[in-house]
């Protein structure tokens, strides 16, 4: 989907990940504890004992996936959000998954994950629109910190996936930018078309995560990290309804 881009940036990348190692050192060091009081009763789960950070990939998606039931049941823990957590990764960050979803205001990952900070980069983008900087993004956390996982999400009744599909389907182009956006959803669109449905704008929308998912689990920079297993790449779906995350494809 990148290809116009990909002999810059691999410079880029060749030339400068020496220089980005020393500045990111502290994300693959051991940190030193930090001082810390003991959370109250009833009071979010305090960063004194965190849970390890989950290096695999199937680890690293058990937990966003225990993260995921604790949001539907509302039995949430809301780990690594208090003030000590925030001194702790405050100097480094050592995040354990990846997420691309879309700017809808109803799909924060790092609430719907039961998540915290310094847990995930978090990448969010119009329809899940993909372009050369959002995949450099992406592939930041695998490439320099060893992240252990990426999930594409969709959802359901995205805005931006309707417009593009109302406005390929009427050949009305949208106004400024946006039509950038409906651009990147074109092959989305197509095999929408193709597959058909009863509702095509949802087809849309789950085929946009799994066209997606399939390019950044195959391009150069990020294949041989998930032929070795060091990464897995994960397209997923949110539920507006039920709050759930329904995986597509690529779950390790």
Known sequence: MDGTDRPSRRALLAGGLASAAVALAGCTTTRAA???SSASPGSPASSTSPEARPTTPAAAFARLMDGNKR??????????????RRQLVAQEQEP????LSCIDSRVPPELLFDTGLGDLYVMRTGGVAV???????????PMTSSTPLVVVLGHQRCGAVKAAY????DGKPLPGNLQAIAK?????YDQAVKEGGADPVETMSRAQVTLTAADLRSNQDLAPLVQKGALAVVGAYYSLDTGAVEVLSGAP
């Open 131 to 141: 372009g050369p900087v959002v995949t450099g993004s992406v592939e930041y956390g």
């Open 71 to 84: 949001w539907v049941s509302g039995d949430l823990h809301h780990p690594n959000r208090d003030p000590n």
């Open 184 to 188: 990147a959803l074109q092959p989305a």
């Open 166 to 169: 109302n406005s390929f389907r």
């Open 96 to 99: 354990y998954g990846s997420v």
């Open 34 to 36: 930090s001082p810390v």
